[in-house]
Nanobody, 122 residues
Framework: VQLQASGGGLVQPGGSLRLSCAVS????????VGWFRQGRGKEREGVAC????????YYVDSVKGRFTISRDNAKNTAYLQMHSLRPEDSAVYYC????????????????WGQGTLVTVSS
């Protein structure tokens, strides 16, 4: 089971990025998927989660209206589209997957990607 996060980089404030989480070793259509981040000197926080097939989503308040989580089961890939990026969004972003939505969103999943760095700076 592997999750490969990609798409991070350096972007100016107000810019956009799209992160991808490519899954291998299992079929994404049986898993809820989430994005988490950990900034320098900060604890890891849940950013967004999406359910298996019910359209259920969660966003941390600080990203509501700016970030969108989505999934393409045919490509076994999940995404995090990020707009209006702020310096405080700078962090290593991780994707995670779990068969249980609640366990995923609480950060208790056993399956994690390696992280991709997002830096928002002018």
């Amino acid at each position: 089971v592997q999750l490969q996060a990609s798409g991070g980089g350096l972007v100016q404030p107000g810019g956009s990025l799209r992160l991808s989480c490519a899954v291998s070793g299992f079929s994404l259509d049986s898993y809820a998927v989430g994005w988490f981040r950990q900034g320098r000197g900060k604890e890891r926080e849940g950013v967004a989660c999406i359910g298996i097939s019910d359209g259920l989503t969660y966003y941390v308040d600080s990203v509501k209206g700016r970030f969108t989580i989505s999934r393409d089961n045919a490509k076994n890939t999940a995404y995090l589209q990020m707009h209006s990026l702020r310096p405080e969004d700078s962090a290593v972003y991780y994707c995670s997957a779990d068969t249980l939505y609640g366990r995923l969103c609480s950060g208790m999943s056993d399956y994690w990607g390696q992280g991709t760095l997002v830096t928002v700076s002018s």
